[in-house]
């Protein structure tokens, strides 16, 4: 699953328009224009249009500006600039989808369960320990993929 694909299926799930998503970028620290959302949300049939990757930076700013958006600024909290590497790429698109939906891990285990996975509390918690630790867990693209789908139908259904 691309970065581009995380876009495009968060956008439609949270109902985010062009507008609303240079906003989100810009709280996440990155300054886009129209044109470049229309490039990051196109698809590769789309032969009009110009495509752009969106690279794990732009992909982390903005989670980082959709917690922003969704929960406000945190006065005391440490910015979020973590280093993303390939292989905890889906752990920290979780993480921070978690953070900026405020779901607990019921809500979590009801978007997983809605998008077609059960998963137990323990399978949950072990993605989102910290790297060193021994019951660590990394996420595949699969997880991703159905939790997206999962709060795609939460929201898009009420």
Known sequence: MTNNDVLRRVRYALRLND???????KLG?????????????AKE??????????NNHLLNSFLNGLIIYKRGKQENSSELKEKVENKTLNNLILKKLKIALQFRSEDM??????????????ELSAIFR????????????K?????LKGITKLFRER
């Not at 049939?45 to 969106?54: A, F, M, P, S, T």
């Not at 285990?109 to 323990?122: T, V």
């Not at 060193?132 to 595949?140: P, Y």
């Open 109 to 122: 285990q009801e978007a997983f369960k809605i998008g077609g996975i059960d998963i137990s509390n323990s």
């Open 130 to 141: 910290r790297e060193e630790h021994k019951n660590h867990r990394v996420a595949g693209d």
């Open 29 to 41: 620290g990155v300054t886009l224009t129209n044109s470049d959302i229309s490039a990051f949300l």
């Open 45 to 54: 049939e789309d032969e009009n249009i110009e495509q752009k990757r969106c």
């Open 143 to 147: 997880y991703v993929r159905v939790f």
């Open 19 to 25: 507008f609303t998503m240079i906003k989100i970028f």
